[in-house]
Each structure stands twice: as C-alpha cells, then as structure tokens.
C-alpha cells in the first residue's frame, strides 16, 4: 500500500498578519461596495477567517473600523508627507504632496468611501476622531508649506494661506468624487498635474515689473 500523505500543513499567521490582512482585505472590499453594508461574515470570507476567529484579533466591530481608520491614517501621512519633504522648495513639495495623495487614492480606490462613510456616521466614535484628526494634521501640513514658500519667496506673500490650505484639500476631494462619478478612481492621476496647475496659479509669486 502506498505510504498515506499527511494533511497539508496550514500556514501559520501570527495575530498581527491577522490584522494586517483583515484591514487590507476592509480597504478593498469598500472599493467594491458601501462601507456601511459591509458585515463582519463578508469580512472574514474574504479573509479566509470564521466571524469567531475574526473576533478574536478584534473584539467588536468599532475596533475593527478604528484600526482600519488608524491605517488609513499613518499610510495616507506617511506617504504623502514623506514626498513633499523630499523637496526644498514649498511649491514643489506642495505638487509632489498632492500627485502623491492622487496616487495613494487610486491604488486604494476604497478609501474616500471608508473615511466619508465614518464622517458620516452619527456620535464621535473612535474611528471618525482619527479621520478628522488627520484631515486637521494635513490641512496644517498644507499651511505651513504655504507660509514656507512666502518666506522662500516663491509664494505671494498676499495669499490667505488657510483658504488656500481649504481650496487645496477641495481639489482633491472633488477630484475624488469625479473618479467615484465615473467609475474609476485610477484615471485621476491622468487629470491631477493638470488641477495642480490651476491651483498654483493662485499663490505663484508675480516678479516685479522691469519697467517699473
């Protein structure tokens, strides 16, 4: 008789893989449908996980979505803060910040769903704090490049630089909404130099008349 194969072996994750695996798998099942008729069965399906063993890396469902906001929030700063400190200049760093966001969003076309859906949610639960926190830290990330590139002089000095910090953000939110409009997120990065571009007109630093 032929010798009997042992069972496959299962491969072993540790709970942080776990986790790892089921915010990521979160991040993209809300590029496929609502955030908010995710249920935790489809979540765990799509990990490969029963809603017990699910529960066991995360004690209920509102920790769940605060882990996957708290992701969301260290990749989006992470990424898009580390480009713009790239350069010295502040306009440059200001487009490469947001080409960098354009580019975050539409490798994870589930995001703007995730972090509109929390806001959207009544009370201040744990996950919509950390989404409105990072929002805030941006919006300072933009101003502060705003008031460096007055002093480097690249920037008009007579910009409202926490409306322009506002009209920064907008552009790329409304970007968001014209990619959700037309089913395709990806295609933004084609649009977005061209955006920045309208933006930055408005701070650009006019050189003095040689005439005058």
């Not at 908010?36 to 469902?61: C, M, W, Y």
């Not at 490798?107 to 769903?113: A, L």
Request: charged content about 20%; aromatic content about 6%; glycine content about 6%.
């Amino acid at each position: 008789m032929p010798d009997k194969q042992p069972p496959p072996k299962r491969d072993y994750q540790s709970t942080e893989q776990r986790q790892s695996s089921t915010i990521e798998a979160v991040v993209h099942l809300c590029g496929e449908q609502d955030p908010s008729t995710l249920t935790t069965a489809r979540i765990a399906d799509e990990v490969g996980l029963s809603q017990g063993a699910l529960f066991k890396h995360f004690p209920n469902k509102n920790s769940l979505w605060e882990s996957v906001a708290g992701w969301v929030a260290e990749q989006l700063t992470q990424r898009v803060f580390s480009v713009a400190d790239q350069h010295e200049r502040a306009d440059q760093a200001l487009e490469a910040m947001f080409l960098a966001h354009i580019g975050f969003i539409a490798s994870h076309p589930g995001i703007p769903r995730l972090m509109l859906g929390q806001l959207q949610k009544p009370g201040n639960h744990r996950a919509k704090r950390i989404i409105r926190q990072t929002l805030a830290t941006y919006r300072q990330k933009v101003v502060s490049l705003l008031n460096l590139g007055i002093e480097q002089q690249c920037i008009t000095p007579t910009i409202d630089t926490e409306a322009a910090a506002v009209l920064y953000l907008g552009a790329i939110q409304g970007l968001v909404v014209q990619g959700m409009v037309g089913g395709d997120v990806r295609d933004l990065e084609q649009v977005a130099p061209r955006i920045f571009r309208l933006f930055s007109a408005s701070f650009q630093e006019i050189p003095d008349d040689p005439k005058k």
